[in-house]
């Protein structure tokens, strides 16, 4: 059987963590979960800790500087590669990604490369977000797909499963993105491949503990980062 891991960066979120983790572990006999931890000041290693002194199928990585979710999720997908992964799984710690939805996705996997859980591919599947974020999102993915041509309807979700031998192609140690568009350099980099891409709807609900880590600046780093892929794809320099 593959070995399965899910990637969950963290930042202040230890209310979810000691949730979230064993609700995973439940879903699936086989997953292990591994907590990219940025030195939270409300003590989120300390508590996934504790998680894995009751399962060795809990891992933490514990950083010592907060660089965003980017740098996270690269030093996440270098660390499951290192202990055997065959599947990485990418999902917040928020519950706003369904738990209820990975045995779907380990299914899908069977028959592509990556999966993506998609907002967008039936409709507008976000639940509890005001409308101007809808908006937002809705026209920035809308945004990104016109420069880049990405042909995907949620560019900048971070809900996916990953075949390990394709993460390794992609070169995503290289990703320059901080924040949320490292969704659409990793994407980008899948299409440039030519990897088997099947995208699966799931409603998105919003938060109901802790605070959104989305800033403007992460948002102004989306418009930019789908010209430069663009760009530096065409000279070679991707």
């Known amino acids: 059987m593959p070995k399965k891991f899910v990637v969950i960066?963290?930042?202040n979120e230890r209310a979810n963590i000691t949730n979230i983790v064993p609700q995973i572990l439940a879903?699936?006999?086989?997953?292990?979960?591994?907590?990219v931890d940025d030195s939270s000041p409300d003590g989120t290693a300390d508590a996934v800790t504790q998680l894995s002194h009751t399962t060795p199928r809990v891992?933490?990585?514990?950083?010592?500087v907060r660089q965003g979710i980017g740098p996270a999720y690269v030093a996440g997908f270098q660390r499951a590669l290192e202990l055997g992964a065959d599947l990485v799984v990418q999902m917040d710690a928020d519950f706003s990604h369904p738990i209820s939805s990975l045995p779907a996705f380990f299914r899908e996997i069977e028959n592509c490369d990556v999966v993506l859980g998609s907002r967008y591919i039936n409709g507008i599947t976000v639940v509890?977000?005001?409308?101007?974020r809808i908006l937002i999102s809705y026209f920035g993915n809308w945004y990104a797909r016109h420069v880049t041509g990405l042909p995907i309807s949620d560019t900048t979700g971070g809900f996916r499963c990953i075949r390990a031998d394709l993460l390794e192609r992609t070169g995503?140690?290289?990703i320059r993105s901080t924040g949320y568009?490292?969704?659409?350099?990793?994407?980008y980099r899948f299409v440039r491949l030519g990897a088997r891409i099947k995208e699966v709807p799931f409603f998105f609900v919003d938060r109901t503990r802790g605070?959104?880590?989305?800033?403007?600046r992460i948002?102004?780093?989306?418009?930019?980062?789908?010209?430069?892929?663009?760009?530096?794809?065409a000279i070679g320099r991707l």
Do not use: G, M
């Open 59 to 64: 891992h933490l990585l514990l950083r010592n």
């Open 219 to 233: 948002a102004v780093e989306a418009l930019w980062i789908a010209w430069w892929l663009r760009i530096a794809d």
């Open 9 to 11: 960066p963290t930042y």
């Open 172 to 174: 995503f140690e290289r």
């Open 128 to 132: 509890n977000w005001p409308i101007e």
């Open 181 to 187: 568009a490292f969704q659409i350099e990793l994407n």
């Open 27 to 35: 879903a699936d006999a086989e997953i292990e979960v591994l907590v």
């Open 211 to 216: 605070e959104s880590k989305l800033s403007l």
